[in-house]
């Protein structure tokens, strides 16, 4: 390992005290990074098996795989306080052993020394990683620590992580103390078994599932496709499932896929069912077949989470079912799968959250919450206090008092909250006594008869603000068939949606005029020219090099390259919101939009205004040109703080092509500024 500080095992460190590599420098140096080589982890049932990464010049094990845990659909890392348990629930790909757990020790606070147990499920001590005084100091220390006798059920290890600090601190009167546990990947060993059924095609770990579908695909083998990306990447969230649809020739087999990988074939035909083609093989792909509505049956074997049951190379649904059921318009927190607690001595917090989608199908006007909360009793001579927020707005306070008991009830109107409803609670308890080992926090704990009572209405969502929520739980999907790729826009499109809310989301696929007329949401994708045709209105339109920008008195000109744009707007004749992928001149510049929005971590919900435009010069801007929200951000970064950030970004959408675009954006900022919107008024989302 040379002369990197990583954290060793016990055994190697009893049979070689060297430092590790370190180099011989001054005595205080030498110390210090001795103190870093001593970070140690104590193995459970067994010595460590010699170095757990490959040598220089040593043939790497193939049967070895190593997944950060945002693939497996876990957090980066983990914050740690002094002895509460932090539980984590890791998924187990086919086949595959958890062997080892790697990640960095970053930045103690308040604590010199320490160690942190790993358990499983069943208690089992797993390992304890030491750090001795002065460790600290280092700031960040990497490990590596055996994990190997961890159970598993259900192709899942349940991880549990305690934080001891040692050196005899005050646990009650002392500072905070706590330290984060980052970049964490788990090292797994075995080879992927050969998948043979329908049940062993859909493992509990996938990274990419590609859908190959016909060059002359009809509208039911499209809705098909549409139905299977929304509904894979719903069941495998949180893990970051890569959907992409292929065109291919029609009866062809697609190509075999690498690990973790999975094909599937869209396509008609007499024989109605889901089946395993190749089974065994590495060629090996899943068919759904059949006709008409038989064929979009068949997603609902996936679509109610019930692939386990298909334990045979076919499957075939003859009746859709459906696990929905209509919750109404009051929805009790147990429902909403909400719950908190926390133990607070001077300060806690703790938060709960849901997406609008959530709430059951029809508009959110306004929320009424009813919250119900139990606590530890508050002695009168002592303070505590309750303040509840949404998007930074306080909406409730409450005194905490000897009764132990919280009921109270507050509104949230619609600009409280966006595509999510977050509840932030700050808690506060001041013991009069002077703080001493007698003095014990309190425990604050969220009622799940909590109840949320949603008053539907209200007009349209305009905007990237309108998704996931205008369409859900159903909406329309429209092509005019200008380019032979728009359903591959689509099936990204759809994907970044899915992945906002743990509500199913039903696509159709219609024609053109349909999801014109219809007052249902719609997602169309169509070049400027069809779009012109229709009664459509989206922020931005033109033909060619022709450009309408659509403030309240719009403005014309013209750019060399065109222009593609994916635009979300109200249509307030029909009462719904729309979705548009498109483009003045050629094709060629959507796939940048769909990548940039594929790229940021909060998807939709960090768009803002209700354009996202690119120019021959290949750069994606985002545009306020109707919606009430500013633009915010560039290219993959957030907005700077300096003077005039926002002018250059606007200036960007053009990438050379044409200064009639220029202006345009730059009348679009002026006509919002008039409205009394300025760049310091951005809201990031």
């Not at 795989?65 to 984590?88: H, Q, R």
């Not at 919750?327 to 709960?352: E, I, P, S, Y």
């Not at 919280?406 to 977050?422: E, V």
């Amino acid at each position: 390992m040379g002369g990197m500080n990583r954290v060793s095992s016990v055994s190697e460190r009893n049979t070689d005290r060297r430092p590790g590599g370190v180099n011989t420098r001054a005595g205080v140096v030498r110390a210090l990074l001795s103190a870093i080589l001593l970070v140690t982890s104590l193995m459970v049932g067994g010595s460590f098996p010699g170095s757990a990464h490959a040598a220089p010049g040593d043939t790497p094990d193939p049967s070895e795989t190593t997944l950060a845990w945002p693939t497996l659909g876990l957090e980066p890392s983990v914050v740690l306080g002094p002895y509460t348990t932090l539980g984590v629930n890791m998924p187990v790909p086919a086949g595959m052993n958890a062997q080892r757990l790697r990640g960095i020790v970053r930045s103690p606070v308040n604590i010199d020394s320490a160690s942190i147990d790993v358990t499983d499920g069943d208690g089992t001590l797993l390992a304890t990683m030491v750090m001795p005084p002065g460790a600290s100091a280092v700031g960040v220390v990497p490990f590596d620590v055996d994990i190997s006798a961890a159970s598993v059920r259900a192709s899942t290890i349940d991880l549990s992580f305690v934080l001891r600090p040692s050196g005899g601190g005050d646990r009650i009167c002392g500072p905070r103390q706590e330290l984060t546990i980052s970049d964490l990947a788990t090292v797994f060993t075995g080879l992927e078994p050969p998948v043979t059924t329908v049940a062993t095609f859909f493992a509990p770990v996938l990274e990419q599932v590609a859908i190959y579908v016909p060059n002359d695909a009809d509208a039911t083998e499209q809705q098909t496709v549409l139905a299977l990306v929304s509904t894979l990447v719903r069941i495998y969230s949180p893990e970051t499932l890569q959907v992409t649809v292929i065109n291919h020739p029609r009866g062809a087999s697609p190509p075999p896929t690498p690990p973790r990988s999975r094909a599937i074939v869209v396509e008609g035909g007499d024989t109605t069912g889901v089946s395993v083609e190749g089974a065994g093989g590495p060629g090996v792909y899943l068919k759904f077949a059949g006709k008409g509505d038989e064929l979009v049956r068949q997603v609902s074997l996936l679509d109610n989470q019930l692939q386990s049951l298909a334990q045979a190379p076919a499957f075939r649904v003859d009746q859709a079912g459906s696990d929905y059921i209509p919750g109404g318009d009051v929805l009790t927190f147990g429902q909403l799968k909400l719950n908190g607690r926390a133990d607070v001595l001077r300060t806690g917090r703790l938060g709960v959250g849901l997406d609008r989608s959530m709430l059951g199908p029809g508009r959110v006007d306004s929320v009424q919450v009813h919250l119900l909360a139990n606590y530890t009793p508050v002695p009168d001579d002592d303070n505590g206090s309750l303040v509840v927020r949404s998007n930074g707005n306080i909406v409730y306070r409450a005194l905490l008092d000897s009764s132990g008991h919280l009921d109270g009830t507050f509104d949230l109107q619609r600009q409280m909250f966006d595509q999510r409803i977050n509840l932030d609670f700050a808690l506060t308890f001041t013991p009069r006594q002077v703080c001493g080992p007698l003095i014990a926090p309190i425990t604050f704990q969220i009622d799940p008869r909590s109840e949320v009572t949603v008053r539907r209405g209200g007009p349209p969502l305009g905007g990237f603000a309108s998704v996931p929520s205008e369409f859900s739980p159903d909406f329309l999907v429209a092509f005019d068939g200008s380019d032979p790729n728009q359903l591959s826009y689509a099936a990204q499109a759809v994907s970044s949606i899915a992945r906002l809310t743990r509500s199913p989301l039903t696509p159709k696929v219609v024609d053109l005029k349909t999801a014109v007329d219809t007052n249902s949401g719609a997602l169309i994708v169509a070049n400027a020219a069809s779009v012109k045709k229709t009664s459509l209105d989206p922020p931005i339109g033109g033909e060619g090099a022709a450009l309408d920008v659509r403030l309240p008195a719009v403005l014309r000109g013209s750019t060399e390259g065109g222009l593609g744009s994916i635009q979300a707007f109200s249509d307030r004749a029909h009462n719904r919101s729309v979705v548009l992928i498109t483009t003045t001149a050629d094709w060629s510049l959507v796939p940048p939009l769909l990548g940039y929005l594929d790229g940021l971590s909060g998807g939709w919900l960090q768009l803002t205004g209700d354009v996202l435009a690119v120019g021959p010069g290949g750069t994606p801007t985002e545009l306020a040109i109707r919606s009430e929200t500013r633009l915010s951000g560039t290219p993959a970064e957030m907005p700077d703080a300096s003077s005039g950030g926002s002018h250059r970004r606007l200036v960007q959408i053009a990438g050379g092509a044409g200064i009639v675009v220029l202006v345009a954006i730059a009348a679009a900022l002026i006509w919002r500024r008039r409205r009394g919107g300025g760049p310091d008024q951005t809201e990031a989302k």
